[in-house]
């Protein structure tokens, strides 16, 4: 099963409640997968710096632990550490290339992994049901843009922190995708992706949808072009939600197996595995569609 | 008029409240904030009136048998799912699997359906105002389909005797569907049947029944012929 959410406020002031939102929508949805739930939030941007989420330690990582991350950062500027259960959490300076950074934090350990990495971007996520990202992170204090959610039912990986959803688009700065659905062919694209170097850290086929749409942004193809590409290149059934610093996308197979649906007001969209978690986070008059078998939209600000 | 607020209510109780009302003798109710839940007002066998004064989730009046349901809103999957008998009209729109098995009763959606709209149905009249979905009436044994828009890929594959109608453009013919002229007499009925559906606003913006396509089944894979082998590739 699985459930998927998105927000995308298109006035663009950027201080809506988003986190409020998804936690709404994601609430709505628990049943639908209580094994693992997360967001990825689009916050405000500040000049010049990116923000990091990074997983410290399977188990929370020790203090040992944090602080070699920590003097490992600050090499790249980073300040403003916060650590929150698994995750430290820090801005550092801008670059357009994140391979020594990341490199540097994810050498201390074979569990330290940089969850993600933005302008924007952060992406909290973990075990257990939607209710318990309010306890632990607090995410409905969060003000944004927009912003993408999951909740999972685990059919195929394991369950922890790293197969949790969403996925960043790993080395490409504010890139996260959420799917439900199952990748038939990604074995198939893993082992090609392997092979030009890219290294995967779970065993979740969603996470090759990430690094899919990343590798074809990083080819310069618009966000548009690698969702068509998606629907061709990719077997199997997912819907599928992809967000940037600056848009809110989704994606459907060519056989329309899962379901999605969405809705498209004056001032927001709102996406979402079923109507119930639009209807129950977001008061109002509005309609709602499901999207039809390879049907795609792009929502920029 | 018996009415329900739906606020607060989990679907069993709501659904609950329905039957209580009908055993007390309503035959009008009204279910407010309704809120998108999934199997709203299933398999209620009398004739009674009930309008879901919004969005209905997944499976709304499924295996009902006699009851004339209004959505004010949009209505999730398996809209009216096996229904037995009854109307079930839907003014948004209506998620994937509507009407899937459909035994009889009318299943009428103002705006568009989504995929797999009427697959299997076997008996009944399915009238969607807008257009509907990927693989509409795939495997559909008897009835009628009407779409006033678009039809999506594979439209009425592996049908057997029911008859569709498309106000608009297919974007492609499944395995073993054909377009066959109208009978004499057929577009009055047609028509007929789209009047008697659609309220007069709706309907005057929709296509003549006389221009729309009747598709039925091509009689190819009824019977299994080896000689037919290429058809049978292809279908499988």
Redesign the interface.
Known sequence: MCGIVGYFDKVGAANQPIGKILLGMLDALACRGPDSAGVALFGIPRPNQLVAQVKVGDNGGSTQRTLEVKTAAQRFGAQEFAQNGAYLRFTFREDDDLEPFISSIESIGADVEVVSVGRRLEIVKQVGSPSRLEQSFGISRFYGGHGIGHTRLSTESVVDLSHSQPFWGHGYPDLAIVHNGHITNYHQLRRRYQEHGVRFYTENDSEVIAIFVADKLRQGITLRAALESMITELDGSFSCLVATDSALAFVKD???FK?L?YTETAGFVAVAT???A???AILGEY????????EMQVWHR | MAQIDGAGRSTREVNAAIRRLIAEGSTDITVLNPGARHNLAVAILDEVRIRLAGSAGYYCGGLGDGASIEVEGSAGWGLAESMLSGTIRVHGNAGSGAAAALRNGTVVVHGDAAARLGVSMKGGEVVVAGNCGYMAGFMAQKGTLIVCGDAGEAFADSMYTTVCYVGGNIASLGTDAVLSPMDPGESERLEATLNAHLPAALRCTKPAAADFKKVVAGRKLWNFDKREWRIWQEAL
């Open positions: 060519r056989f329309s379901p649906l079923e109507e119930i639009i209807r129950g309609d709602v569609r499901e999207a039809q078998a390879k």
